[in-house]
């Protein structure tokens, strides 16, 4: 392949130790994946790593662990995964990532993590009274967040490197400053990502349906209502700008800041296109995205990657999705920030497609404008956005657009 295209592994598929109740992947494990249940054999892992890093043109190849619950695979399944990839790394340099739910995470994992510099992204949606609402126990019967805050002292007693991946919910959407405040000051976490859940339904049979279909649908309950996620990012920007730009990182704003100064953000749903990163089941099958793991866009199988990353009539069509955009969003002032969203989080309007977090993308666009134009006035001129705070010290507040 010509360029980079990130390929994130999913050991034992959409099989995990907890039920949370907006996981997409609880009810896809009962249909489409039904036959991805099991570990990913030694030799899918193989023929994974070596063609990955094979069709990987540059000196880095980045391996990205996810599920489900990667963790369920075992420690000594990825002990076999730097093994192997020792193997075939040639003169390139390997990075490992891991998403979880931290609940397996021991003093062995924890000592293997640090060892091999493994970046872990840790999953925690606030103080219990928010992370326990949705994230629980297999059974169902009560949350997990105290576990997941001992896996983050222990990561941090053994200098595991990691950042926190926030999911944001229609309860969750409220407490903007509270999760801020609880990730930054109690937790002393520097690096944060925030989802937006956004599920579809089958009005008629409740059933979960492929994102961007036409079936008439709407969306989950739980799916973080579009004002209020707009809310919500107003509300914890204005608490990082006032005291932690370039302490604090904060993937969206990140991303937003990368647009307003002309470069490529690093969120998918933030740039021109899709197609980039793809996702590999246990059983070797490859599919344009984590979020589109259905029949329609599967592309293959890891041991035929070379003709998987060709660009087919099934890679095109996935391809044109995020640009497809009506003439509403064609015309918005924040194109070039959102570029659309994702497609998952698209609705029918007449004859178009819209984000369904559109209103919400927008007032924080809105409100963040002013200062986003002054970072990349700083960053232009080569000095550091950071020095914004002092500025707000004199002027606290600059004007929406």
Not at 33 to 58: A, F
Not at 68 to 74: F, K, R, S, V, Y
Not at 290 to 304: A, K, T
Request: proline share 4%.
């Amino acid at each position: 392949m010509n360029k980079n295209i990130h390929i994130m592994a999913k050991p034992k598929s959409h099989i995990c130790n907890i039920s949370c109740d907006y996981c997409f992947y609880l009810q896809k494990g009962e249909t489409t994946l039904s036959n991805c249940n099991k570990l990913m054999t030694d030799e899918t892992l193989r023929v994974y790593i070596k063609n990955y890093i094979e069709q990987t043109p540059s000196n880095t190849v980045e391996f990205t662990w996810q599920g489900g619950e990667p963790t369920l695979a075992g420690l000594e399944f990825f002990k076999r995964v730097i093994e192997i990839q020792n193997q075939y790394s040639v003169n390139k340099v390997i990075r490992n990532s891991l998403q979880t739910n931290g609940l397996i995470i021991n003093e062995s994992w924890a000592m293997f993590l640090k060892e091999y510099n493994f970046l872990v992204g840790l999953s925690c949606d606030g103080p219990e009274h928010i992370h326990d609402r949705y994230r629980k126990n297999k059974s169902g019967s009560s949350g997990t967040h105290k576990q997941v805050i001992a896996t983050i002292h222990l990561l941090k007693k053994y200098g595991v490197e990691f950042n926190l991946l926030c999911v944001v919910t229609d309860y969750s959407c409220k407490y903007g400053n509270e999760i801020y405040q609880y990730f930054v000051e109690d937790l002393k976490v520097k690096h944060l990502q925030f989802i937006p859940i956004v599920e579809h339904k089958h009005v008629m049979t409740g059933e979960l349906i492929v994102p961007c279909s036409k079936s008439l649908s709407e969306v989950t309950s739980w799916s973080v209502p579009s004002k209020c996620y707009g809310e919500f990012l107003k509300d914890v920007f204005n608490c990082w700008i006032k005291r932690d730009v370039g302490t604090v990182f904060v993937q969206i704003f990140d991303s937003t800041l990368a647009a307003w100064v002309g470069d490529v953000p690093s969120m998918c749903v933030m740039q021109p296109s899709c197609g980039d990163s793809l996702i590999m089941e246990s059983n070797g099958d490859i599919y344009n995205c984590d979020h589109f793991v259905y029949p329609e866009y599967r592309l293959g199988s890891i041991s035929n990657l070379e003709t998987c990353l060709e660009l087919n009539e099934k890679r095109i069509a996935f391809n044109n999705l995020k640009p497809n955009l009506g003439e509403k969003c064609q015309k918005c002032l924040y194109k070039f920030a959102c570029q659309g969203g994702c497609p998952k989080h698209r609705v029918p309007m007449g004859n178009d497609q819209h984000n369904f977090l559109c209103e919400g993308y927008k007032a924080f666009f809105g409100h963040v404008a002013p200062y986003m134009d002054f970072m990349s006035s700083l960053i232009k001129r080569q000095y550091s956005p950071s020095l914004i705070m002092d500025y707000l010290t004199h002027l606290p507040q600059l004007s929406d657009r």
